[in-house]
């Protein structure tokens, strides 16, 4: 079992932000609207269907235990979430350390700043939010540390060059990213999209599941429409190799501390995608330093 103690009160939320993505989604993002994805993605987690971030929560708590514990990475950006739970992992991990932590979350769409508030007014986290486009994001005060989950493969390649060059631009000497990314050996596609059938599938078990779950409280049938419009345009870059990953933070002047394929298996075991990813996908665990 992974690590207890990360408090995400999911039962509540999910339906908090059902209700408000409609409202916040659409906010003139030049990307188009994301209700499709943040109304429905806890209730993904809530009923179980996938894993998400619980999948690395033993190595995120430890690493940033240890953040905490050596002291120096007060200052924390989480760049990009769909919800609250890097900074629920970040208040679990500096809390059980007793170390001052001030995080900083961007998002391009305010259902994730709107919920991030939400979980640190009710937990009394130290928590500032900016709207913007990580890319276009910038500090006057550099961070002590960066983190996100599985977010490398929203961007290209070149995308993604710049996405880590910009990190490094907002860290101090020494300071560190930590992330993970799932990998996909197998795969010979571009891009990665549900077929017709898997979204079919997915809402029609979404739906099921949710007619039995005591704290569902939303329409099952409606639920399971809404998910089958997240399957039809979720979508990705495929990342093949840890070493297109790990290149690149070299590439851009970081040491890497931890870049593990082989570690992490009692991890990957727990790993429930949405997705067809298939067993024979895991996520990448970065580590990486500023120099």
Not at 67 to 87: I, N, Q, W
Not at 166 to 187: A, C, E, F, K
Not at 188 to 217: G, I
Request: aromatic share 10%.
């Amino acid at each position: 079992m992974s690590e207890p103690g990360v408090v995400e009160p999911l039962s509540e939320s999910a339906r908090l932000a059902w209700d408000a993505a409609p409202r916040l989604c659409d906010r003139g993002d030049p990307a188009g609207t994301c209700l499709w994805y943040h109304r429905v993605w806890q209730y993904l987690r809530l009923l179980g269907i996938i894993t998400s971030i619980r999948t690395n929560t033993d190595f995120l708590v430890r690493t940033f235990r240890d953040c905490a514990r050596s002291g120096g990475y007060r200052r924390v950006l989480v760049s990009a979430t769909a919800d609250y739970s890097m900074l629920a992992h970040l208040n679990h991990a500096f809390t059980q350390e007793r170390g001052p932590l001030h995080a900083t979350v961007i998002d391009r769409c305010e259902t994730s700043l709107f919920l991030n508030r939400w979980y640190a007014d009710r937990y009394g986290v130290a928590l500032s939010t900016s709207r913007t486009d990580v890319l276009d994001y910038a500090t006057e005060e550099p961070f002590d540390l960066v983190c996100t989950h599985n977010f490398l493969a929203r961007f290209d390649p070149e995308s993604r060059r710049r996405l880590v060059s910009h990190w490094h631009s907002l860290l101090r000497p020494g300071g560190i990213v930590i992330t993970t990314q799932r990998i996909r050996p197998n795969s010979q596609a571009q891009l990665a999209f549900y077929r017709e059938d898997e979204a079919r599938e997915l809402a029609q078990r979404v739906a099921a599941a949710a007619r039995t779950h005591p704290l569902v409280s939303v329409d099952p049938e409606e639920l399971g429409r809404a998910v089958y419009e997240y399957a039809r345009r979720k979508g990705g870059y495929v990342i093949r190799t840890g070493r297109e990953l790990t290149d690149l933070f070299v590439e851009q002047d970081f040491d890497l501390r931890l870049a593990d394929e082989g570690e992490g298996l009692a991890e990957r075991a727990r790993d429930r995608p949405s997705s067809t990813a298939g067993k024979d996908t895991y996520r990448l665990r970065v580590v990486a330093r500023k120099r």
